[in-house]
């Protein structure tokens, strides 16, 4: 049974470039979660997805957006790079209406703007 | 809104001796609480999870850990610490009311068990 996979692992971008993120959630999961987790910091929640659509947003500017497709597998975009947006991203992925259930993480993917 | 707060940036224990991580929450419904683990460049490994019945919960690896509805704490324990123990943990919070609630977590707290 595979776990939650993200792809890349590491990726450098410039300031200013756009990067897709990808997630495949545990099987028989359909609910996606990103979190950002800077250096020394608890992850933060970016948004959620559900059924295709955003389902709750955290605080986190437009540049940051999402998508699900029909088989729960999720991207995280972001646009106009800072360098504040250098962070460990974390994918993950739980069951909806389960809400007693606890979340499945993938390992992450280390992303750095220089 | 949701809130947990981890008082401690860093526990030092030594190997053998007992460990308690702190955890404190806010939450607006009945609680759903969780600790997770993550070793160095990795993602978050779930230890264990308070949802209902037994204020004291057990999980992974030998911990255990304590819900108090009283003090809002959820702290995390275990009775003879291992080196291996070392490592970043995070306590987080979802609220019951709602099935899509997000998980919120700490800021976390580093570990150290020395031999």
């Known amino acids: 049974d595979a776990g939650v996979t993200q792809s890349p692992t590491h990726l450098i971008k410039t300031r200013g470039q756009q990067v897709t993120l990808r997630c495949s959630p545990k099987s028989g999961h359909d609910t996606v979660s990103w979190y950002q987790q800077a250096l020394g910091q608890g992850p933060q929640f970016i948004f959620q997805y559900y059924e295709e659509e955003e389902r709750q947003r955290g605080n986190f500017p437009d540049r940051f957006s999402g998508h699900q497709f029909p088989n729960y597998s999720s991207e995280l975009n972001v646009n106009a790079l800072l360098l504040g947006d250098s962070a460990l991203y974390l994918c993950?992925?739980?069951?909806?209406?389960?809400?007693?259930?606890?979340?499945?993480f993938g390992q992450g993917t280390r992303l750095t703007v220089v | 809104a949701q809130s947990v707060a981890q008082p401690e940036d860093q526990v030092n224990v030594a190997e053998g001796n007992p460990l308690t991580v702190k955890c404190t929450y806010s939450?607006?419904?009945?609680?759903?609480l969780f600790w997770y683990v993550q070793y160095p460049n990795r993602g978050l490994q779930f230890l264990l999870k308070?949802?209902?019945?037994?204020?004291l919960v057990k999980g992974s690896y030998g911990f255990e850990a304590e819900f108090n509805k009283s003090q809002t704490s959820f702290h995390l324990k275990k009775p003879s610490a291992l080196v291996s123990d070392s490592a970043l943990y995070f306590c987080?919070?979802?609220?019951?009311?709602?099935?899509?609630?997000?998980?919120?977590f700490g800021s976390g707290t580093r570990l150290s068990i020395r031999p």
């Open positions: 993950a992925s739980s069951l909806a209406g389960r809400g007693r259930t606890e979340a499945f």
């Open positions: 939450v607006s419904g009945n609680p759903y």
């Open positions: 308070y949802i209902t019945g037994d204020n």
């Open positions: 987080a919070v979802r609220d019951s009311r709602s099935s899509a609630s997000k998980i919120i």
